[in-house]
């Protein structure tokens, strides 16, 4: 079983939707959390940063924490052609030179 | 300011052939990684480096070997490349003072192994 599991999708929704994209993880030492957007035939890039519990807004973005489920998730609201990618979470232990744990990915595509 | 930066960004390979792929970094970071990505896998980490002089190893070592040649570079080799390891290679850079996790990624190398 991995570590963290990511619904691979793909996702489409249309233009304007509200997306919810999930991971879940098995490690409960993990207590950093991010999700990286990574376009076609591009390198991820650092889209939100959470750590422990809790949520995080960041203009359209919403990032949610929930350790006790081990339960992570990205809301897009007012969705955009533009979003379309593929998102990836990713985990880290405190003390571990920042590696990271990945989930697989959801490609996701925005209609216009 | 180029950011991490990678070479070759496509290479086919035959069986039982080697390479390196080279990386370099121009933030100053202290921190260095390599990922493999694969359908359906996510990225997982082969080799990272916390500081110049040392190397550890991630997930997936085996028929890797890596150089930390420098604070702005490290190298991945594949000493005798099998068809496995076609896959798309990013590496990574990340600032260990800072209080975020941000990894910094290049653009990938695509390899593939015949």
């Known amino acids: 079983q991995k570590e963290v599991e990511q619904d691979p999708g793909p996702l489409s929704v249309p233009e304007g939707a509200i997306v919810s994209l999930n991971c879940t993880y098995s490690n409960s030492a993990f207590q950093y959390f991010m999700w990286y957007r990574q376009y076609s035939r591009k390198g991820p890039e650092l889209l939100m940063y959470t750590y422990s519990s809790g949520n995080k807004e960041d203009g359209r973005f919403t990032a949610q924490v929930d350790k006790s489920s081990k339960y992570i998730s990205l809301f897009i609201r007012d969705s955009q052609p533009s979003d379309s990618a593929t998102y990836l979470c990713a985990m880290s232990r405190s003390g571990s030179a920042r590696q990271l744990t990945f989930g697989s990915g959801t490609q996701l595509t925005v209609l216009p | 300011n180029a950011g991490v930066t990678q070479t070759p960004k496509f290479q086919v390979l035959k069986t039982g052939q080697s390479m390196t792929l080279q990386c370099a970094q121009d933030m100053n970071h202290n921190s260095m990684y390599w990922y493999r990505q694969d359908p359906g896998m996510g990225l997982r980490l082969i080799y990272y480096s916390a500081s110049e002089g040392t190397t550890d190893k991630g997930e997936v070592p085996n028929g890797y070997n890596v150089s930390r040649l420098n604070k702005r570079e490290f190298s991945l080799r594949l000493e005798s490349a099998a068809p496995s390891q076609t896959s798309v290679y990013f590496c990574?850079?990340?600032?260990?003072?800072?209080?975020?996790?941000?990894?910094?990624f290049g653009p990938g190398t695509r390899l593939t192994v015949t």
């Open positions: 990574a850079s990340s600032d260990l003072r800072t209080a975020t996790y941000e990894q910094y």
